[in-house]
């Protein structure tokens, strides 16, 4: 039998190693599940990651791929470009992984970690 929960106090369970990232006026931060890697770029006030300068695009996107990669239904996406991204920690950790055989435009997909 499951333990009751202490409905006292809103709870939202961390999705990853990482607790110390940011959002401020003028910038946020993306963090990996496992923390080793951190990036900060820039927004246009505070809940607005999807909007300032250097964004290239952002989107959601259900394809297979996307929904591997994720291990969810969908994948929200955010391009920065990359004059406007800092490493924070962890830029010698970053890997890419690209595939074209299961694309269904055949271009090829990069996935950056």
């Not at 505070?46 to 291990?71: E, S, W, Y």
């Not at 890419?96 to 269904?104: A, E, K, L, P, V």
Request: a neutral charge; hydrophobic letters at 35%; proline letters at 5%.
């Amino acid at each position: 039998m499951a333990a009751s929960a202490d409905r006292s106090k809103p709870y939202m369970p961390l999705a990853g190693g990482a607790g110390d990232g940011w959002s401020k006026e003028d910038e946020a931060t993306a963090t990996c599940f496992c923390g080793a890697v951190q990036l900060a770029f820039p927004t246009q006030g505070p809940g607005l990651p999807t909007q300032g300068p250097g964004l290239v695009d952002a989107f959601v996107c259900n394809c297979v791929d996307c929904r591997k990669i994720t291990a969810s239904m969908f994948a929200s996406n955010v391009t920065v470009a990359d004059t406007h991204l800092k490493h924070l920690r962890g830029q010698d950790n970053l890997k890419t992984f690209s595939q074209s055989h299961t694309i269904g435009s055949g271009k090829t997909m990069t996935n950056f970690f």
